[in-house]
C-alpha cells in the first residue's frame, strides 16, 4: 500500500500562486500520479495525472494555468497552480495507481481562493 503526504496548499488572492506537492511511500510500482479535488457540495474531479513517461493529462478548466510535474526517482508530483481564481477553491487530493491498478488517496490539503 503507497502513503501520500500532501503539502502546500494555503489561502490566495486571486491572480495568485501555490504549488502543490505529494510524496509517495511504501510502494515503488507507481504507475500514473495525479491531482484531485473536490469543492463544497461538489463532486470530485480530475484536475490533471501524469505517467512515469512524464506524459500529461489536464482538465480544461486548468489548461494553461497549472503544470503537473513528476520526480520518479523521489516518488513525488507536484502541481504549480497559476492565475488561481476563487472557483479554484476546493480540497486538493493527491492519487496514486499502480500497475496492478490499485488505487490510493492522500488526506488532502485545502486552497482557498480569496481576497
Known amino acids: 500500500q503507497v502513503q501520500l503526504v500532501e503539502s502546500g496548499g494555503g489561502l490566495v488572492q486571486p491572480g495568485g500562486s501555490l504549488r502543490l506537492s505529494c510524496a509517495a511511500s511504501?510502494?515503488?510500482?507507481?504507475?500514473?500520479m495525479g491531482w484531485y479535488r473536490q469543492a463544497p457540495g461538489k463532486q470530485r474531479e480530475l484536475v490533471a495525472t501524469?505517467?512515469?513517461?512524464?506524459?500529461?493529462n489536464y482538465a480544461d478548466s486548468v489548461k494553461g494555468r497549472f503544470t503537473i510535474s513528476r520526480d520518479n526517482a523521489k516518488n513525488t508530483v507536484y502541481l504549480q497552480m497559476n492565475s488561481l481564481q476563487p472557483e479554484d477553491t476546493a480540497v486538493y487530493y493527491c492519487n496514486a495507481v499502480s500497475v496492478f491498478s490499485h488505487t490510493d488517496w492522500g488526506q488532502g490539503t485545502q486552497v482557498t481562493v480569496s481576497s
Open positions: 501524469i505517467d512515469r513517461a512524464l506524459s500529461t
Open positions: 511504501g510502494g515503488i510500482f507507481i504507475s500514473v
